[in-house]
């Protein structure tokens, strides 16, 4: 993990940039004849190398341009980078503050830089949504999650370095300043939280087992005065009756664990949000065993369990006035001679009983007692997040959510939420004609039936959500990268805390 980040903010465009220490200094230029003033700056201290390199047409300053000036006479910084915000006429939409924050964030990145200088020129934007604010908020959530790096299992002298510690900011904006802060604040927070959820993610699952996502969900806890945590053994579940959550522990000598969150920022009738993530720490299949290749990243299975649990700290951190909700049903999901074998018949908490045709579909049977148990919290809404299907990645790939829901209006909370924070979701129908797909012979629902791999595991989960507005994201394509940035993604860590906050 790594080092504190710190970010300032200051509205005057300072007189000083060109004095002010710094190993970068980034500036926004416009696009056109007339620089800003900050480039202005820059321009004449540098022997006009900004207005050179667009007059050889080698930076337009178009929207999330980037260019490197070589010479740093005239300014005490080691080195200058230019970003281009587009012409000064011309309003930004999601996507230009999405290309503007990324690329500030790779400039500042992507050198030894320990202290950077950002300068801002005025900007216009092309709705009420989108502000000065806002940008700061997805430059502080870049800056804080681009800056993360695994090292917990590596040795001393493999450590990664994290280079990037200031970072001062100067915007010409007409937003108050408190506003730009708060904006900012909220970004680096969310930047946070999807840092725990990655950090997660990417411990091994010898050493991330369900007890230890107990032990760091407590330990959150403990940092904040309004969020308690329970955590229930075996023991506890067997009596509450969550025999479906237990049965997918049983051939792993880990103990399952069923952890509850509990936030109180809200009044105490409020009624709380509920977030439910599927903890399974390692997913061999079972006895319906995976094949060997790639099931490494079956670690990656807990992701859902790691954003209810960055989320939790980030609404925490934020102290929102609500209350909410954080459940993670947790399990290792291993053959073995006590291990739970396809055609077995469980008792789910809510009394139906499930035909295990393949022990491989188990998210869904954690899931299924964990929304059985948030229904005594009277939910204002349940949103459950799980890696749950590899068919969400043959419908939409790696770059976008699956969403499905019971309730329309949540359904478009939650999806714009997702286009807001850049942290994408696509809905797909849960619609009755697919549920016969889950009949049984032998029990009231098969975990598994049909060829919508994808919206039958939903239907699945919608048989124990009937009691409240309900969601449920299948993340399996979005929560962890692949390839050389192997690793957890922090996602939807972004999109469930942008839900939340226009919540509250
Ligand atoms: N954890 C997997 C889903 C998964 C697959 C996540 C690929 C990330 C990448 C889940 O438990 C699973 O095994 N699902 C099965 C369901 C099938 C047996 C109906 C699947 O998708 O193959
Ligand atoms: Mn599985
Ligand atoms: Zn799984």
């Known amino acids: 993990m790594k080092k504190r980040l710190t970010l300032t903010l200051n509205q005057e465009l300072s007189k000083n940039i060109l004095k002010s220490k710094a190993d970068v200094l980034v500036v926004g230029v416009n696009e056109g004849r007339t620089l800003n003033s900050s480039a202005k700056e820059i321009d004449s201290a540098t022997n006009g190398s900004i207005k050179e390199l667009m007059k050889r047409g080698e930076f337009e300053a178009k929207v999330g341009q980037t260019a490197y000036i070589a010479t740093n006479e005239g300014t005490k910084a080691d080195r200058i980078f230019l970003i281009g915000v587009g012409k000064s006429n011309t309003a930004l939409n999601n996507e230009d503050m999405d290309k503007i924050s990324s690329s500030v964030t790779s400039v500042l990145t992507s050198k030894k830089s320990a202290v950077g200088l950002v300068a801002l020129p005025a900007m216009k934007y092309d709705s009420k949504d989108h502000s000065d604010s806002s940008l700061l908020q997805k430059l502080g959530t870049s800056l804080e999650s681009k800056s993360y790096t695994y090292d917990a299992k590596l040795n001393k002298k493999n450590k990664s370095i994290n280079y990037l510690k200031k970072v001062s900011i100067f915007i010409d904006s007409k937003e108050a300043l408190a506003k730009l802060k708060k904006g900012l604040k909220t970004g680096q927070v969310v930047g946070q939280g999807m840092n725990v959820a990655k950090e997660l993610a990417n411990l091994p699952g010898n050493v991330c087992t369900p007890s230890y996502l107990a032990t760091s969900s407590r330990s959150a806890a403990n940092k904040y005065k309004k969020l308690s945590c329970r955590v229930f053994g075996e023991k506890e579940m067997k009596k509450m009756g969550m025999d479906c959550l237990l049965s997918v522990g049983n051939g792993s000598a880990q103990e399952s664990k069923l952890i509850s969150m509990n936030y109180q920022g809200g009044k105490k009738g409020d009624k709380p949000y509920a977030i439910v993530g599927k903890g399974i720490t390692f997913d061999t299949g079972g006895i319906s065993l995976k094949p060997p290749a790639t099931m490494d990243e079956m670690k990656f299975d807990m992701c859902g369990a790691a954003s209810v649990i960055g989320t939790m700290q980030v609404i925490a951190e934020l102290n929102l006035p609500i209350n909410l ?180």
């Open 325 to 504: 909700i954080g459940v993670v049903a947790s399990a290792e999901n291993m053959p073995g001679s006590k291990a739970t074998k396809p055609g077995d018949v469980v008792r789910t908490m809510s009394g139906k009983t499930v035909e295990i045709l393949n022990t491989d579909a188990e998210g869904r049977l954690v899931l299924a007692d964990a929304l059985t148990y948030v229904e005594r919290f009277n939910p204002r809404s349940v949103v459950d997040i799980a890696t749950l299907t590899g068919a969400v990645i043959m419908a939409l790939g790696y770059s976008t959510s699956g969403l499905m829901s019971n309730n329309e209006n949540l359904a478009k909370e939650l999806l714009e939420a997702g286009e807001k924070a850049s942290d994408r979701a696509w809905q797909l129908p849960i619609w009755d004609s697919y549920q016969k797909d889950l009949d049984s012979n032998f029990a009231d629902i098969a975990n598994i039936g049909g060829r919508a791999g994808t919206i039958t595991a939903a239907c699945f989960l919608s048989r124990f959500a009937e009691k409240y507005p309900w969601a449920h994201l299948d993340v399996a394509g979005t929560a962890s990268l692949k390839g050389a940035a192997k690793g957890g993604s922090g996602r939807p860590v972004p999109l469930l805390s942008q839900y939340l906050i226009d919540k509250s």
